[in-house]
RNA sequence: AGCGAGGUAGGGUAGUCUGGAGUGCCCGUCGGGCUCAUAACCCGAAGACCGGUGGUUCAAAUCCACCCCUCGCUACCA
């Protein structure tokens, strides 16, 4: 976000809007580690900018169409649609857990979205940017998949290891080569278009180095949305999914979309960073959509140094995780550990470590301790702000602002070290009236503040916080000491130590 | 092959664009303090020729050149 804009935020009430997506997940598999990742860091920052004030819209979704799918679902005895409604429920399912606060879950393969495809085409067309050709490459027949060259293994198919035939047939192309100097231009334009900085030069290169015209439909897949112009094609996964980032707030007459576009972040995995970066602004450039205003291209996770995939059998299910350690432990960990944007590394052993240093001794005992101290006074408690200035609130708008939860959570992790640290140095536990009350009355606003602070990255532990020190979770703008009117109650521990022995 | 990223104490990272004492964070190790608290909290210490070589500069982790190692991308794996 630019500074203009933080600055401009900050005047007066006006309400910003922030529109964030995640990518639609392709239905073939169930969600895993890297899945919830995606969506838990854009859960973050959607739930950062209500805290802020902003008008959030936060959408997900799942990705239906394609010949996998329907294969999938004649394999389970089942129909395309059948299979789609039963797995896009295990999605939301997973979402429910993880306490992901979207606002609209789209699937691809509703009845208005086909309608937003179709309307989009129209447009593409009406540039004369649709032209019939010709498409050449290799198809694996028992598998019905297209390959690539470089996809192929030993010339034969990567997934069957079956013979590959050379084939060909009658498509309709974008002309996407068209754009690429209007691409260059409005990514020197727009620096903050793409990011992180160093997937720009990674873009902008490969653009440099020319573009070919784009494939959009194919005759021989039938499990996809229907190709306007000419019946016997059908859309071909680009279109189809770029587009829902449109039918999510209801383009092109509905109310959010008016209000919400365009999208202020499209947060993507970075191997489908080239779809948004390159061809989904070249079509919005084609339609005369404006465009989003970044593209966030996050790493990848490893899997305790390894590389994740079914064939390693080492997915990780983020449900069992939760259900483990809390969901709120798992988001933590996805927002503390991985420098966003970076490839980064799970292990269940650092996790715990997470936990068990961070989550229980620093802030589970903190709030313990002062509660429990809390209980014992029985006059009201009161006093001086002393730990005001140790707090910087700016510094940690600025780092979610660059969407740098990482170095967010490591200052509000000072902040709350100068807690536990003011609890030693006054030696609290031997104060009386006056000065204890004062001294209560610094932590537990403290204590408030963190609550307010953490509630984007662990919404239930920071409500299961401010319920006991009594007060009502505020917003960014109660993250100052005021007067103390909460009404203690102890009610456990925040976070269990894991036994790391067994 | 081309393009990109990374190589910073025992491990993991930030800092590099906009050069200025090796500066920070998390874990681990060692020593001390405290006993309100979940064997938690607080303080202090040890530990790094910042991948290598050469160059620019009063000054280089940072800029330039070359080299070595690891990983990724190359057109639907989040």
Redesign the pocket.
């Given at each position: 976000m630019s500074a203009a804009y933080h600055a401009f935020r900050q005047h007066g009430d006006h309400i910003s809007k922030f529109y964030i997506t995640t990518?639609i997940?392709?239905v073939n598999?169930v969600p895993?580690?890297?899945?919830a990742?995606?969506t838990i860091m854009s859960d973050i920052l959607a739930r950062w900018h209500r805290l802020a004030g902003d008008d959030v819209f936060f959408l997900t979704g799942t990705?239906e169409h394609?010949?996998k799918v329907a294969k999938a679902a004649s394999a389970n005895g089942e129909s395309p649609k059948e299979f789609t409604d039963r797995i896009s429920v295990k999605f939301i399912d997973v979402w429910k857990k993880l306490n992901i606060s979207y606002d609209r879950f789209i699937r691809t393969t509703e009845a208005e979205h086909t309608k937003t495809v179709d309307r989009f085409v129209q447009l593409l067309s009406d540039s004369g940017d649709i032209y019939k050709g010709e498409y050449a490459g290799w198809y694996c027949v028992p598998d019905e998949t297209?390959l690539?060259?470089?996809?192929l293994v030993n010339g034969r198919c990567p997934e069957c290891g079956r013979e590959v035939k050379w084939v060909k047939e009658e498509a309709y192309f974008f002309r996407?080569s068209k754009y690429k100097d209007r691409l260059l231009e409005y990514y020197k334009s727009h620096k903050d278009f793409l990011s992180p900085?160093?997937?720009s030069?990674?873009i902008s290169?490969?653009v440099e180095?020319?573009?070919?015209d784009?494939d959009i439909t194919r005759i021989s897949v039938d499990w996809a949305i229907g190709f306007q112009p000419d019946p016997k094609h059908y859309i071909?996964?680009?279109i189809d999914?770029l587009t829902n980032y449109l039918t999510g707030i209801d383009w092109p007459d509905g109310e959010k979309f008016k209000e919400f576009w365009p999208a202020d972040v499209h947060v993507?995995?970075?191997?489908?960073n080239?779809?948004h970066s390159?061809?989904w602004p070249a079509m919005l450039m084609s339609a005369k959509i404006e465009l989003p205003r970044k593209v966030f291209a996050?790493?990848?996770?490893?899997v305790a140094g390894e590389?994740?995939?079914k064939s390693k059998g080492n997915a990780i299910d983020p449900v069992q995780l939760a259900d483990k350690y809390s969901a709120d432990a798992l988001r933590y960990f996805c927002a503390r550990?991985i420098?966003f944007g970076?490839?980064?590394?799970f292990s269940e052993a650092k996790l715990v470590?997470?936990i068990?240093?961070?989550?229980?001794?620093?802030?589970?005992?903190?709030?313990?301790?002062?509660v429990?101290?809390a209980e014992k006074f029985d006059g009201k408690i009161e006093g001086e702000p002393e730990l005001e200035g140790k707090l910087d609130l700016d510094g940690i708008r600025k780092s979610m602002d660059e969407l740098d939860t990482?170095?967010a959570l490591?200052t509000i992790?000072?902040f709350l070290?100068e807690l536990?640290?003011y609890?030693?140095?006054k030696?609290?536990?031997?104060l009386e009236g006056k000065e204890l009350s004062n001294a209560l009355y610094n932590l537990l606003e403290g204590a408030r503040i963190i609550s307010i602070l953490i509630s984007p990255f662990m919404p239930d532990t920071a409500a299961r916080m401010s319920e006991q020190i009594g007060v009502k979770l505020g917003t960014l703008k109660d993250c100052k000491f005021g007067e103390f009117n909460g009404k203690v109650s102890k009610k456990g521990?925040?976070?269990?130590?894991v036994d790391t022995k067994a």
């Open positions: 990518p997940y392709y598999s895993h580690i890297g899945t990742y995606t990705d394609g010949e297209f690539t060259e470089l996809q996407l900085e160093f997937r030069k990674e290169n490969r180095g020319g573009l070919k784009l071909y996964v680009w999914a993507v995995g970075k191997e489908i080239w779809f390159v061809i996050h790493g990848w996770l490893t590389k994740m995939g550990e420098s970076r490839d980064g590394d470590e997470r068990n240093n961070e989550l229980v001794a620093d802030l589970g005992n903190f709030l313990n301790r002062v429990t101290m990482l170095s490591d992790w000072k070290g536990n640290k609890v030693n140095d030696a609290v536990w031997k521990f925040l976070f269990k130590k």
